[in-house]
């Protein structure tokens, strides 16, 4: 049984004014499957088969196989649902001709970039050079890339939002470096692709992304304050919480996902995120404070945090591609986080 709040969301992204019909009777691989975004997709791919009766075959992909088996334990047996376990840096898919490929495998927390740099740089380089080959030689459909707002770099305030077009400065010496460089070094290789096979890549730029499933506790300051919430307990700032982040809803970005893979256009990079619910961290904490007064909850600073190092200190989306494709966000923050609230309570 699904959570109702999930099923709400996988009805809402299926509603929307999208060709899903493209994907009727289609193979689609998604890498990092059991991960928060792509398990997403794959719910999303399989109650399109559900409810629209698509006959979509979905392939996911995961290196880690106890993760996958506890993420699609509700599936198991369903004929429209395979497994597959391995590493995307290996050649576990070779034999695989999928239509559609989603690869989104990658750590996406500062925790696995200070102990993991190199299982953090490598599914975005050599794992994107992998599923690149995999989408010349069947002649995929599409391939679509989970880069990341990372690319960016450090954003000047003085930018406002940041659309597709600009970019700043990365260490690549830096601590972070082997998540932000490995994403425009994924994104590179798909625009060689296309240009030099012609292979039909779309690229996703996710800005900051919550709801049912995320990680929770994980580091990232959103993340660790929705735990915080969950539990009744004090809202721990580490820093002065003034760094300004974009906050999408999960099913507004799936849908934005799909909106690339199936109308975007080849080559192109599309930011996915909120333009209408930027909040600074500490504004962040004091909206969960409000939403859930019977929680009783407080914000306490603790000092000597800082954000990490590399990180922006304000980065917001330019949504003027995706728009111009027909996405629409649905949920405000507030919105988002009761539901999210009310998926993991």
């Known amino acids: 049984m699904r959570h109702p709040v999930l099923a709400e969301d996988l009805e809402d992204v299926a509603s929307r004014s999208l060709p899903f019909r493209r994907l009727a009777g289609a193979s689609v691989l998604?890498?990092?499957?059991?991960?928060?975004?792509?398990?997403?997709?794959?719910?999303?791919?399989?109650?399109?088969?559900?409810?629209?009766?698509?006959?979509?075959?979905?392939?996911?992909?995961?290196?880690?196989?106890?993760?996958?088996?506890?993420?699609?334990?509700?599936?198991?047996?369903?004929?429209?649902?395979?497994?597959?376990?391995?590493?995307?840096?290996?050649?576990?898919?070779?034999?695989?001709?999928?239509?559609?490929?989603?690869?989104?495998?990658?750590?996406?927390?500062?925790?696995?970039?200070?102990?993991?740099?190199?299982g953090t740089l490598l599914p975005n380089v050599v794992g994107a050079w992998r599923m690149l080959e995999l989408a010349r030689r069947g002649r995929a459909k599409r391939i679509l890339f989970f880069s990341s707002s990372e690319v960016y770099g450090r954003v000047p305030r003085s930018w406002g939002p940041v659309d597709e077009s600009r970019w700043g400065p990365v260490d690549p010496m830096g601590e972070r470096s082997c998540y932000a460089e490995g994403k425009r070094a994924g994104e590179a290789l798909c625009a060689a692709w296309r240009r030099e096979h012609g292979v039909p890549a779309v690229v996703v730029r996710p800005f900051h992304t919550y709801g049912p499933g995320m990680p929770l506790g994980d580091g990232r300051s959103f993340s660790d304050l929705v735990a915080g919430a969950l539990n009744g307990r004090e809202l721990v700032l580490r820093s002065d919480g003034r760094a300004v982040r974009s906050f999408c809803y999960a099913a507004d970005a799936v849908a934005g996902f799909f909106t690339v893979l199936l109308k975007g256009e080849p080559g192109q990079a599309y930011n996915v995120g909120q333009d209408r619910a930027a909040a600074s961290v500490l504004d962040f904490a004091r909206l969960l404070v409000r939403l859930f007064p019977e929680r009783r909850l407080r914000v306490v600073r603790r000092p000597g945090g800082a954000v990490p190092a590399g990180a922006p200190d304000r980065i917001t989306p330019d949504l003027g591609k995706l728009r111009a494709l027909g996405w629409r966000p649905r949920r405000d923050l507030a919105d988002g986080l009761r539901r999210t609230v009310a998926f993991f309570s």
């Open 30 to 118: 998604v890498t990092g499957a059991a991960g928060f975004l792509p398990a997403y997709m794959v719910e999303t791919l399989l109650w399109l088969n559900e409810t629209r009766r698509l006959g979509i075959k979905v392939l996911a992909l995961e290196r880690d196989a106890a993760k996958a088996r506890r993420r699609f334990a509700p599936f198991r047996g369903r004929r429209d649902l395979r497994v597959i376990a391995g590493d995307v840096c290996e050649p576990v898919a070779g034999r695989l001709a999928p239509d559609f490929i989603v690869h989104a495998a990658s750590p996406a927390t500062p925790a696995v970039y200070r102990s993991r740099p190199a």
